[in-house]
């Protein structure tokens, strides 16, 4: 490139307006279509799992506390999940949308992408039920059955 046509890109680029977006500070509004991320409604939930089924990514993981008076929790891996909203089509009772709102989910560390959705009180007692389990050790395993000749 010459040095002339350089200078006239130069001086043509001084006179317009930038391109780009001031994206952070000036936001545009989402589109209702939007895959963001999974919303989850508790008292729609029959806890028949086939979102976990179907979720390709393996990114849904449903607790069932207690099925008779319907209290579920929902454990997401926003980090694990591909955003293709197969669980949303497959929920037949519409228990799970995709939020087009939430859509930043970009962090420096691991937490924030494992949420649970719930009533509280159910997650508290997930969490119990995980660390009674923890706190029993693992399983004891069967030593192996001799083999027959």
């Not at 929790?73 to 939430?102: K, P």
């Amino acid at each position: 490139m010459r040095i002339g046509a350089m200078l006239g890109d130069i001086s043509r680029s001084l006179f317009k307006r930038p391109v780009t977006e001031r994206y952070p500070f000036e936001r545009r509004p989402t589109p209702e279509r939007l895959r963001g991320q999974l919303t989850f409604e508790p008292s729609k939930c029959t806890g028949c799992k086939i979102c976990v089924r179907d979720c390709p990514a393996d990114a849904i993981e449903i607790v069932v506390v207690d099925k008779a008076t319907k209290r579920f929790v929902m454990g997401f891996q926003t980090g694990r999940c591909a955003y293709c909203a197969q669980c949303v089509v497959s929920c037949n009772f519409d228990a799970i949308g995709m939020s087009h709102e939430r859509w930043e989910l970009a962090a420096l560390s691991q937490t924030p992408f494992a949420v649970t959705f719930g009533r509280q009180e159910d997650i508290n007692a997930m969490h119990d039920q995980a660390a009674a389990r923890s706190a029993a050790g693992p399983a004891p395993v069967a030593p192996p059955a001799p083999a027959t000749a």
